[in-house]
C-alpha cells in the first residue's frame, strides 16, 4: 500500500469515527430532550387530569344540590392514570406535591364513595354532600399551587395578590357559583389563607369608621399615641355622671319660666316725642346801628397771646350785633 493511499484511509477512517460520534452523541441528546419534553407534558397532564375530575365532581355535587342527580350511579369513581404513571419512574417533579395530590385524590374518592351510599339509602345525603365540598375546595387549592406555583407547599410559596387567584379560576372555569349557596372563589382563597400562604390584600380587621376613629378624633391629644383622646378623670367623669340637686333644679326651672313669661310678655309702645322748632331770630334795632356808625374808628391795638385764638360763634338770639374784632371799646 503506498503512502498516499494509506493517507487517504485514514483521513477517511477518522472522518467516519467523528460522524458516528456525533450521530450517537446527537441521537443520545434527542432522546434524553425528547423524555423531559415528555416529563413536562406528563406533568402538566396530571394538573389537567385533576382539573377535569375536580370539574366533574363539582357537577355531581350540584346535581346532588338540585336534585338531578338521584342515584349512586350517575357518580363516576375518580381515576387518575397520569398521576399513577408520574409516580411510578423516578422524575425531576416536587415529589412532596405529587404526594399531596395523590392524597387529594384519595379524600375525593373516599367521600364520592360515602355520598353514594348515601344516595342508596345508607347514610344523610347532605352531610356527605358538605364534606364533600370541602375536599373539593382544598384539591382546587393544591391544583393551583401546582399550576402556579411549581407545586410548592403553601407555606412556602411566594406572596400572591389574591386577585391572582381569582384571576386564575377564572381562567380555568372555576365560576364562583359553580356549588349552590358558596362562593367558589373566596372559599379557595380562605382555605389557601388557612394553609399558610401569604396572600395580600390582608383580610380587613376594622370598618371604616373603627379604623379612623382609631386613628384621628377632634378632640384628641396630639402628643398621645396615634392621636387618642385622654381619658377623663375620675373625678370630672363622677360629677358628669352625678345626677343634678333637687334645689339647683327647682332654681333653674323657676329661671327658665321667668325667662319664658318676659319672652311672651308685648313690648311696650314709645310714642315719639313733637319736634321742637328753633325760635327766630330778633330783628336788629335800627338806633343802635346809628350810633355805633357815628362812633370814631380807632387803630387796633395787637395784643400777644401765648394761647392761640378762638373764635366763638356769636349768639343772635339776643339781638346784638357781635363785637368787631380788632376795636378797642
Request: proline fraction near 9%.
Amino acid at each position: 500500500m503506498s503512502d498516499a493511499t494509506f493517507q487517504t484511509f485514514l483521513t477517511s477512517g477518522l472522518f467516519v469515527l467523528t460522524a458516528s460520534i456525533g450521530y450517537l452523541a446527537w441521537s443520545a441528546w434527542r432522546w434524553l430532550d425528547r423524555a423531559r419534553d415528555m416529563e413536562k407534558a406528563a406533568l402538566v397532564g396530571v394538573g389537567y387530569e385533576l382539573r377535569m375530575n375536580l370539574m366533574r365532581m363539582i357537577q355531581e355535587l350540584a346535581g346532588v344540590e338540585n336534585g338531578s342527580v338521584q342515584s349512586e350511579i350517575q357518580l363516576v369513581p375518580v381515576v387518575h392514570p397520569q398521576l399513577d404513571g408520574i409516580l411510578i419512574r423516578p422524575n425531576e417533579a416536587d415529589r412532596e406535591s405529587l404526594t399531596m395530590m395523590r392524597g387529594n385524590y384519595n379524600e375525593l374518592d373516599a367521600h364520592k364513595q360515602t355520598l353514594r351510599a348515601a344516595l342508596s339509602g345508607h347514610g344523610d345525603v347532605p352531610a356527605a354532600a358538605n364534606v364533600a365540598v370541602d375536599a373539593v375546595i382544598g384539591s382546587i387549592a393544591t391544583l393551583y399551587l401546582w399550576e402556579e406555583h411549581a407545586g410548592a407547599a403553601p407555606k412556602t410559596a411566594r406572596s400572591t395578590r389574591s386577585w391572582h387567584v381569582r384571576d386564575w379560576m377564572k381562567a380555568n372555569d372555576f365560576r364562583s357559583d359553580l356549588l349552590p349557596g358558596l362562593h367558589l372563589r373566596d372559599a379557595v382563597v380562605e382555605r389557601l389563607r388557612a394553609l399558610g400562604m401569604t396572600l395580600t390584600p390582608k383580610p380587613l380587621t376594622y370598618t371604616a369608621s373603627e379604623y379612623y376613629a382609631k386613628l384621628y378624633d377632634r378632640k384628641a391629644d396630639p402628643n398621645a399615641p396615634f392621636w387618642k383622646r385622654k381619658a377623663k378623670p375620675a373625678a370630672v367623669a363622677e360629677e358628669a355622671e352625678a345626677p343634678p340637686e333637687p334645689e339647683l333644679e327647682a332654681a333653674s326651672e323657676e329661671a327658665d319660666m321667668a325667662v319664658s313669661e318676659a319672652d311672651a310678655a308685648p313690648e311696650p309702645v314709645v310714642e315719639p316725642e313733637p319736634a321742637v322748632e328753633p325760635a327766630l331770630a330778633a330783628e336788629p334795632d335800627p338806633a343802635m346801628e346809628a350810633e355805633q356808625a357815628a362812633l370814631p374808628e380807632a387803630e387796633p391795638v395787637e395784643v400777644e397771646s401765648a394761647e392761640p385764638e378762638t373764635t366763638e360763634e356769636p349768639d343772635l338770639s339776643s339781638g346784638e350785633k357781635p363785637p368787631n374784632p380788632g376795636v378797642v371799646h
